[in-house]
């Protein structure tokens, strides 16, 4: 089942409470910054049996035995600790499904349970969930107009997302859409040119939306160039949303949008906050009609339990009935990272390139010993660090910094050490991506749960490829047209 409803509060409750046990219980991994492996000393908390076994396993063989959500490596001869296989075994099932959706007959069948009777005259099937939703009609004519400056990634996600959009307006009869967090405005493009719906798009940052303006223009110019009529341009709008804020309507009216009654609301990637305000303005706002947004940059939401306007937690079941939470900074960031092609990585030729976790690791234990104060520092990035020597990497990701890494401590027998153990590194930063669909799918759930206290029936769906677009998982609330559900 890829499609999870939040209608049941007990069934999401009871959910999210064995999520909270099983990352309680390994709060040591979530916690563990891959780049404080050396200084930590990360290896020795594992169990003595996993840290044995991983000593024995090829990093091809952690990929497809371990971390590849598809199962276990036929050619591997090592018998796993049972522990290790409980780890992974729990971690799998306690996570939502990440594989994308192929049609669109989930959110038909979604809106059909909301009592909307013209939802089944919708329809829309993605054959291979990678690829483009090819469009028709004047927006198959815009198809080269709108892949300018879009790269394949970007194109599956306005592919997918529009398409669910416009499919949500059509049958709510809702054809205002506010983008928040629009950007240089590809979503908003391809919703209102594509498929004629109103759009709104609020950006806090001026040069995005004067960038969106101008790509509007080229866009128009292409329509003329085709001879393709009554088109829809949006409107954008430099505007920063307050967590605070809890009528967008209203707002809206009050700068200079009075004809908006009733609008929808997207976000594509919404960063920390941003969803859970996008969230709480759904909720209480009856202007808003439907909400489709994915989030990302789970690190960057307020925790402050005693804030009402938190990103995390959301739902009073969670603030009140589950404490202490697991929920760290760095638990929040491992939730960001690609599970599924981290594991294709390991499991081809790529895998001299993840030496570079290793580099970083060993040169942040002289980091501290030289200049403590730069913990965790942000340093320079440095390409193609795996084809050079760690004097090298070294030397250049501390270019601009006022350091001076002497030639003994670079080159010392400790640091060889360190550098022989790299694979260590990155089986132990494996481990932990093991857990990140669990993290993200506590936050999703928390979200979905929130909705259901105040009355509103919502839904989380994997809607783009999670090899393309890692962030995919869409939150869909409609509010019905009588009555909550």
């Given at each position: 089942m890829v499609l999870t409803l939040g209608s049941d509060c007990h069934a999401l409750q009871h959910q999210i409470k064995n999520c909270h046990i099983f990352l309680n219980s390994y709060k040591?991994?979530?916690?563990?910054?891959?780049?404080?492996?050396?200084?930590?000393?990360?290896?020795?908390?594992?169990?003595?049996?996993?840290?044995?076994?991983?000593?024995?396993?090829?990093?091809?063989?952690?990929?497809?035995?371990?971390?590849?959500?598809?199962?276990?490596?036929?050619?591997?001869?090592?018998?796993?600790?049972?522990?290790?296989?409980?780890?992974?075994?729990?971690?799998?099932?306690?996570?939502?499904?990440?594989?994308?959706?192929?049609?669109?007959?989930?959110?038909?069948?979604?809106?059909?349970?909301?009592?909307?009777?013209?939802?089944?005259?919708?329809?829309?099937?993605w054959v291979n969930p990678s690829s483009e939703c090819k469009p028709t009609g004047a927006l198959g004519s815009l198809t080269q107009v709108f892949h300018r400056q879009v790269k394949p990634k970007k194109q599956h996600e306005l592919y997918r997302m529009g398409q669910c959009c416009a499919t949500i307006s059509e049958v709510t009869k809702c054809k205002t859409v506010v983008d928040v967090g629009a950007g240089v405005g590809?979503?908003?493009?391809?919703?209102?040119?594509?498929?004629?719906?109103?759009l709104l798009c609020l950006e806090c940052v001026e040069t995005f939306g004067s960038a969106a303006v101008k790509l509007d223009g080229k866009l128009e110019e292409a329509c003329v160039k085709l001879g393709i009529a009554n088109i829809t341009t949006p409107k954008h709008i430099t505007l920063t949303l307050n967590p605070n804020t809890s009528n967008l309507v209203e707002l809206l009216n009050s700068h200079g949008f009075s004809q908006i009654s009733a609008c929808g609301l997207v976000g594509l990637h919404t960063c920390g906050d941003l969803g859970p305000t996008l969230i709480r303005n759904f909720a209480v706002d009856p202007g808003i009609k439907f909400i489709l947004a994915i989030g990302c940059c789970y690190m960057?939401?307020?925790?402050?339990?005693?804030?009402?306007?938190?990103?995390?937690?959301?739902?009073?079941?969670?603030?009140?009935?589950?404490?202490?939470?697991?929920?760290?900074?760095?638990?929040?960031?491992?939730?960001?990272?690609?599970?599924?092609?981290?594991?294709?990585?390991?499991?081809?030729?790529?895998?001299?390139?993840?030496?570079?976790?290793?580099?970083?690791?060993?040169?942040?234990?002289?980091l501290l010993q030289l200049e403590p104060p730069l913990k965790r520092a942000g340093l320079r990035g440095v390409k193609n660090a795996h084809l050079m020597p760690f004097e090298e990497y070294a030397r250049k990701a501390v270019d601009k910094m006022d350091v001076v890494l002497d030639e003994g401590d670079l080159s010392s027998q400790y640091i060889q050490s360190c550098l022989e153990q790299w694979q260590r590194v990155v089986i132990f930063y494996s481990l932990r991506l093991m857990v990140a669909p669990v993290i993200e799918t506590i936050v999703q759930l928390d979200r979905l749960l929130y909705l259901a206290e105040q009355g509103w029936c919502g839904?989380?769906?994997?809607?783009?490829?999670?090899?393309?677009?890692?962030?995919?998982?869409?939150?869909?609330?409609?509010?019905?047209?009588?009555?909550?559900?």
């Open positions: 040591w991994l979530t916690d563990s910054f891959v780049l404080d492996f050396f200084s930590e000393n990360h290896w020795a908390k594992l169990p003595s049996s996993w840290a044995h076994t991983l000593d024995l396993l090829s990093l091809e063989e952690m990929g497809k035995s371990i971390l590849s959500p598809d199962g276990l490596c036929s050619t591997s001869k090592l018998v796993l600790p049972l522990s290790l296989l409980a780890f992974k075994a729990a971690a799998k099932s306690l996570a939502l499904e990440r594989t994308a959706i192929t049609s669109l007959e989930q959110i038909i069948s979604y809106l059909s349970e909301l009592g909307f009777k013209n939802a089944t005259q919708q329809s829309g099937v590809h979503l908003s493009r391809f919703l209102s040119y594509g498929y004629g719906l109103d960057k939401m307020s925790l402050d339990r005693t804030s009402p306007v938190r990103g995390y937690p959301m739902s009073n079941f969670v603030l009140n009935q589950l404490k202490p939470s697991f929920v760290s900074y760095e638990a929040l960031e491992v939730a960001c990272h690609a599970l599924e092609s981290y594991s294709d990585r390991l499991s081809d030729f790529e895998s001299n390139k993840l030496k570079v976790h290793c580099y970083r690791a060993t040169l942040e234990t002289l839904c989380l769906l994997p809607l783009f490829d999670c090899r393309l677009s890692p962030r995919n998982f869409a939150l869909l609330c409609v509010k019905p047209e009588s009555n909550h559900c």
